[in-house]
């Protein structure tokens, strides 16, 4: 047997279950036997079986009240019947509450292991279509526009390929999604997509994190750390914010990508691995090339294949589809009644100019559903949830008019960002930009600080070359 499962089997007969059970263990099965239908339900409860098989005719509540019971309790598990007194009456009633077998009594060894396998391998097929609709419903790029059909066109053209990508565009326009679409329609799909942002790792753990250490390598290496091109292996390692990482780590990167072979930090020597690399950055790498902070031979290994993003304010056409999408994705997913939007709604969302593209879309969409009580999405409700212009960002006090008694206007999600992003900077200048200082002062993880500014839109380099 190519699968192995856990089966319950329930059968008034001693010798019955002796049996079946024996032959489901020596198949590498692993059998649960019980002589009664109450029992049964008990078992459900506690543990999900691969496959229940009962019998029909047995004293108390038969495998037909049996089958009713298991509905009730929600129990997914597939059944299958067995009985020596079968009718077809039976069989059609077992099969009405989701039997999805009926065997008769004495029953073949042979046939009813191929039975469990056929009965395991098509629920587990199940469970695989359910987890990637799930999967493409969270990753799914939504767009009519003619500027993201054209986008979508270089992927289906680039994806089955070994060539490496360099996906750009703004923050928030979907990079990531991008690459993961790579993933998906390439031949590595069955493997791993493994991602790191450049920009949130600290320069001194990005070899660790890329390539792993051994334990006792430095001080609170505690334990050995598989890096994420190990954990990409036979997969895809999506690198995001590209632009963003060290010189030094650059030259490291450069040396995995020509030779094909990564050596833990600590390591007594290297050892290859099988990766698809994609970048992403929203930089202008050329000019980083130029100002000498991104080496040009690492330039010419990940710039094979450029995918341009463009930003959501250039393909318009792409609000409305996004924006339902959007709505019914977090329907679902918070159990909310669905909503739709009035076309003045739309209007508005299309005349915004979303400088954070397709995340802000998001968020402003999860906000409006918050703010609408009825069935329809109306204008007002999205205005509302809309950030403020800089002329009521203005009025919107700061931080200092805060702590001297004045007042953050605003909804509470935006006013929570202002106070979250002054306190940031206010700190950063008093550690004179420390990260490490910074972060001890605010109680957090230099990988969360770092993230934290990404978020709040604090551009760390431009903040010290202006201090």
């Known amino acids: 047997m190519s699968l192995k499962a856990s089966i319950l089997i329930i059968d008034d007969d001693a010798n019955t279950l002796a049996s079946l059970s024996r032959a489901f263990r020596l198949a590498g099965h692993e059998a649960t036997v019980c002589d009664n239908a109450a029992r049964a339900v008990e078992l ?51 099969t009405r509450l989701g039997a999805i077998d009926f065997l008769e009594k004495p029953i073949s060894t042979d046939k009813l292991l191929l039975t469990v396998e056929n009965a395991v391998r098509l629920t587990r097929l199940e469970e695989e279509n359910r987890d990637l609709k799930r999967r493409l419903g969270r990753h799914q790029i939504v767009c009519s526009s003619p500027a993201m059909r054209e986008v979508m066109a270089q992927v289906e053209h680039v994806a089955a390929s070994e060539t490496r990508v360099c996906v750009r565009g703004e923050t928030g326009t979907g990079k990531e999604l991008i690459a993961r679409t790579l993933h998906e329609k390439s031949s590595r799909k069955g493997n791993s997509f493994i991602s790191l942002n450049c920009a949130a790792i600290p320069a001194e753990l990005m070899e660790s994190e890329l390539f792993g250490h051994e334990k006792g390598s430095f001080t609170g290496a505690a334990a050995r750390h598989i890096g994420k091109f190990e954990q990409a292996h036979q997969g895809t390692l999506f690198l995001d914010e590209i632009g963003d990482m060290p010189l030094a780590m650059q030259a490291k990167l450069l040396r995995v990508l020509e030779e094909g072979e990564i050596e833990r930090v600590g390591g007594e020597s290297p050892f290859a691995v099988n990766v698809r690399v994609i970048v992403a950055t929203h930089r202008n790498l050329e000019e980083q090339v130029r100002q000498g ?175």
Not at 45 to 59: N, T
Not at 75 to 83: E, G, K, Q
Request: proline share 4%; with cysteine.
């Open 293 to 467: 902070t991104f080496r040009e031979d690492l330039y010419h290994r990940i710039f094979v294949f450029p995918i341009a993003l463009p930003p959501l304010r250039d393909r318009r056409e792409d609000v409305r589809v996004l924006a339902e999408h959007f709505a019914a994705q977090l329907a679902e997913q918070n159990h909310w009644k669905p909503k739709r939007f009035a076309l003045a709604a739309l209007a508005a969302l299309e005349n915004y100019s979303w400088p954070g593209n397709v995340r802000e879309l998001r968020n402003v969409i999860e906000r409006v559903l918050l703010f609408t009580a009825g069935d329809t999405v109306e204008a007002a409700a999205v205005q509302r949830a809309l950030p403020q212009s800089p002329s009521e960002m203005a009025t919107a006090g700061s931080l200092d008019d805060f702590a001297h008694g004045g007042h953050l206007a605003g909804t509470l999600s935006h006013r929570i960002e202002i106070f979250e992003r002054e306190t940031l900077l206010a700190e950063l200048k008093r550690n004179r930009h420390h990260m490490t200082n910074t972060a001890k002062a605010l109680g957090l993880e230099r990988s969360h600080l770092y993230k934290k500014c990404q978020q709040l839109g604090i551009d760390l380099r431009a903040l010290r070359q202006t201090n």
């Open 44 to 94: 459900t409860k506690a543990e999900r079986y691969d496959l229940i098989l009962s019998d029909v005719v047995m004293p108390g509540r038969d495998g037909i009240s049996l089958l009713e019971d298991l509905k009730k309790a929600g129990v997914a598990s597939p059944a299958v019947m067995m009985s020596g007194q079968a009718t077809i009456d039976m069989a059609v009633r077992a």
